[in-house]
């Protein structure tokens, strides 16, 4: 079913921050191309937003899976006006014992995966006349954390990859923002969180003493789409409660 605002696709759409996403943009009156690897999508309980969203197979690490997804998208979705790169991964090591194959990992699915499915896309952005990507970092792309150092490294290079898109593809009426969150609350890691040390740890931490919800992130992400801002493009955007500017 085309729709008249055209088609987002969303990475990673099948849970967390992904799904609450995809949901947002769905209420906001897109066509929502869900690209998940199991062929999940997230669940609505509305038949309306199940309506609007199209769930498309596609491993992020596979380029012509990717491709084929983002065709599909903007066939089927009446154009692709829009792309959330959220798929990622986070593991943990000490530096010193980080094996070179994790750390390609990580780099693979958090930052080569993010440039590549942006430049598939272009061609269908640019047929849309323009459209906004948004890539999901984190505000550890500005941090030194211990054990962290690939998945840093990994978020600090989405932030480079914004800001070289937006400046190379702005004439071409493309925007790309990085929205980069901090310690946020999704089902998986609701218990851990939600109690225990890690809890703590973050009530210390964290200025407005809890994290953040998968909501406040995809609620951020649909008002990038809704405003329309002209003028924003290339900027990192934290969405972390001020934990990355604390003392
Ligand atoms: N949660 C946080 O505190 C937090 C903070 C800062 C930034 N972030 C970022 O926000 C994004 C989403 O995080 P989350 O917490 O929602 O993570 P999550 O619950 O672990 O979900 C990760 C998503 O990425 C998908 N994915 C992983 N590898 C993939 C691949 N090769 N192809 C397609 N999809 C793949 C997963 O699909 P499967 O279900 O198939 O595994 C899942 O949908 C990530 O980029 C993460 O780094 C999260």
């Known amino acids: 079913m085309a ?11 099948n849970r967390g921050i992904g799904a609450a996403i995809a949901l947002a943009l ?8 869900c690209l998940t690897r199991g062929g999940g999508t997230p669940d609505t309980g509305d038949a309306v937003l199940a309506e609007r969203l199209l769930t498309l197979r596609c491993d992020v690490l596979d380029e012509q899976s990717v491709r084929a997804a983002l065709a599909c998208a903007a066939e089927e979705g009446g154009g692709l006006v829009g792309l959330v790169n959220n798929a990622g991964l ?5 530096s010193a014992e980080l094996a070179t194959a994790e750390f390609e990992r990580l780099m693979a699915i958090n930052a080569t995966a993010v440039f590549a499915a942006a430049r598939e896309a272009h061609p269908h952005l640019v047929r849309a006349g323009g459209g906004l990507i948004v890539n999901i970092g984190s505000f ?3 941090l030194g954390v211990k054990r962290n150092l690939a998945y840093c490294a990994s978020k600090a290079a989405v932030g480079a990859i914004t ?17 980069a969150p901090g310690y946020i609350l999704t089902d998986l890691n609701r218990e ?9 740890y973050l009530e210390g931490r964290i200025p407005r003493g ?10 951020l992400v649909a008002a990038l789409y809704r405003e329309d ?3 924003l493009s290339g900027e990192t955007i934290y969405i972390d409660g001020a934990q990355g500017i604390a003392h």
């Not at 986070?90 to 000490?94: F, L, Q, R, Y």
């Not at 809890?210 to 609620?219: I, L, M, N, S």
């Open 90 to 94: 986070h593991t943990t090591a000490k």
């Open 163 to 179: 800001r070289c898109l937006a400046v190379e593809w702005a004439r071409d009426n493309i925007r790309v923002v990085d929205v």
């Open 140 to 142: 550890f792309d500005k």
């Open 192 to 200: 851990v969180m939600a109690s225990g040390p890690l809890r703590s």
């Open 26 to 33: 769905a209420r906001e009156g897109y066509r929502v191309a």
């Open 210 to 219: 809890e994290p953040g919800t998968a909501d406040e992130v995809a609620r």
């Open 229 to 231: 801002l002209r003028f």
């Open 3 to 13: 729709n008249a605002k055209g088609c987002i696709a969303v990475t990673g759409a």
